[in-house]
């Protein structure tokens, strides 16, 4: 379970996340990373529509997304939003690959980040 302060509550703030932030994407999980300017603990927060499947598998999922991420947000920097959107490939994943596609996807978003970081080398 995640602490009441590292969850994103407001739909403000996700679409601040998925509107602005950068994207990673594996498998069935797509992952929203926005650097804020706070000093406050990273948050997180999910998304999983009914294209996913039945409530029992949208619970399912985010439990073990919830679990997941738990161990991961201190590897998040101050500040940062974290927004992850579940697809309907993700209905039939193991806890294991679900892990994986998480840190995939994590990393493809904070590669994203430093490409867009680098100052531009003045040629044309």
Do not use: C, W
Request: proline residues 5%; glycine residues 10%.
């Amino acid at each position: 379970m995640l602490a009441a302060e590292q969850r994103l509550r407001r739909a403000a703030e996700f679409s601040a996340a998925v509107r602005t932030g950068d994207r990673g994407s594996r498998g069935g999980l797509v992952v929203h990373l926005l650097r804020g300017d706070r000093a406050t603990a990273p948050r997180a927060g999910f998304v999983v529509p009914r294209a996913v499947g039945p409530a029992v598998t949208r619970n399912k999922i985010r439990r073990r997304l919830r679990h997941l991420l738990r161990d991961r947000m201190r590897t998040l920097a101050p500040g940062t939003d974290l927004v992850v959107r579940v697809l309907p490939a993700a209905a039939g994943e193991t806890y294991q690959r679900l892990g994986e596609d998480l840190d995939a996807a994590i990393g493809l978003a904070r590669r994203r980040r430093q490409r867009t970081a680098r100052p531009s080398t003045g040629k044309g």
